[in-house]
């Protein structure tokens, strides 16, 4: 299993789990929060140890280059990789540079996007956990979010087969006024 491998096989599991969650008309920091402390909570239950704002491996600008960036989730596993998250609403290309040079470090490198629009997958080495939710305008006018569960239960079945009716065949009757149809 290569390296690629298992950071699609994580995204697709911490997708999974955030997928579970609901949530209506709540504020974009509220979203990313709650997406931060759900991914938390996943990396825990499985038994990792994860830190919230975890120190990055790249610095920061001057004039602060002394010190480092954080991401959002620091995941550190027994005999495995450790795994880096960033949850974003908005698509920032130092996020991108961030989580690569994470990727570069020898770390797994997930990037929980969420949002209403076309959540396009980043370049590898990084993997996208998509989290689509819809937003609106709320009575205040700022934009809110929800997100309905993804239960995994299939489609409810329909009360007759399909295919199982008899059509009937359409009469026309003439309007009482005369009009055409």
């Known amino acids: 299993m290569d390296a690629e491998d298992t950071a699609g096989q994580l995204a697709a599991v911490l997708g999974a789990h955030l997928g579970r969650l609901a949530f209506a008309d709540r504020g974009t920091d509220d979203v990313t929060e709650l997406l931060i402390a759900a ?49 974003d609403h908005a698509d920032r290309r130092r996020t991108l540079d961030k989580l690569a040079a994470e990727a570069a470090a020898g770390r797994v490198a997930l990037w929980v996007r969420w949002g209403a629009g076309r959540l ?54 003439p309007d009482p006024e005369g009009h055409s149809a």
């Open 39 to 87: 991914t938390v909570e996943w990396a825990r239950g499985r038994g990792w140890r994860a830190y919230r704002r975890a120190a990055s491996v790249v610095p920061l600008p001057p004039p602060y280059e002394r010190q480092f960036s954080v991401v959002d989730v620091g995941i550190a596993r027994p005999g495995a990789a450790p795994v880096v998250v960033e949850v």
């Open 120 to 173: 396009i997958p980043p370049p590898p080495p990084v993997v996208l956990v998509p989290f689509p939710v819809i937003s609106r305008r709320g009575p205040s006018g700022a934009r809110v979010h929800s997100h309905t569960a993804n239960t995994g239960r299939p489609a409810p079945a329909h009360t007759e087969p399909v295919g199982a009716y008899t059509p009937e065949p359409m009469t026309l009757t």
